[in-house]
């Protein structure tokens, strides 16, 4: 018995961090697509947010099925409902990424307002993020957990620095005010992004300590 539960659990696991791998693809695709003013590679993002939809409603219709026939308790329990909350996120995150993706397809139809240097560093970092919170799932590491939350801050940090270079250029130049919009329509989807892969690390904390994690900006 305790064999096949453990048997369904790895199961979760190993496609939660299927379904976060593919995040990280569509993150990493659609901040080429605008850096390189590629549509093909856009175009190619949207399309693989419904990969992430379906595989968010076959993981969640697998936990509940875990829960239905094996009836766990304590810590087995807590990762079920990590899973199945943390699925919200990273379908969310996927969301966001797509939401990049089209705003780079808007983009590249016309020369870019300057040379992209801060918003493709906030896909690095978001890249970084799930990489992190990869290997946290799965080693199950509390450490590396807390260092996405650590690394959401500096997401933070890039986004407000975007935001401030942008409102400068359509101050100075009122033609530039479109395009800047849609930049930092493109610098808040990293940052929400961002906000779900935070939300995901908490759950992990959860999960790992049975500690309810809040980072110190969601208190209020």
Do not use: C
Request: no cysteine.
């Amino acid at each position: 018995m305790r064999e096949s539960l453990d048997r369904a659990l790895e199961g979760l696991v190993s496609e939660t961090l299927r379904m976060l791998s593919l995040v990280r693809e569509m993150t990493e695709k659609a901040t080429e697509a605008l850096v390189e003013g590629d549509a093909a590679k856009a175009q190619a993002v949207i399309a693989q947010d419904k990969e992430v939809d379906a595989l968010e409603l076959k993981v969640e219709d697998e936990a509940i099925k875990v829960i239905a026939r094996h009836q766990p308790v304590a810590r087995d329990l807590r990762l079920i409902f990590t899973v199945i909350k943390g699925l919200t996120d990273l379908e969310r995150a996927g969301d966001y990424a797509m939401h990049v993706a089209e705003d780079a397809l808007l983009l590249s139809k016309e020369p870019p307002l300057k040379r992209y240097v801060t918003l493709p560093e906030m896909g690095r970092r978001l890249q970084e993020m799930m990489d992190v919170l990869s290997k946290a799932v799965a080693e199950r590491d509390v450490a590396l957990a807390r260092k996405v939350l650590e690394l959401d801050d500096a997401v933070d940090g890039l986004y407000e620095e975007v935001t401030r270079e942008l409102i400068t250029y359509m101050m100075e130049d009122p033609r530039t005010i479109t395009k800047a919009l849609t930049l930092m329509r493109v610098a808040r989807s990293y940052e929400r992004l961002g906000d779900h892969l935070e939300n995901v690390a908490e759950r992990v904390i959860y999960w790992l300590t049975g500690e309810v994690y809040k980072a110190p900006e969601d208190a209020y």
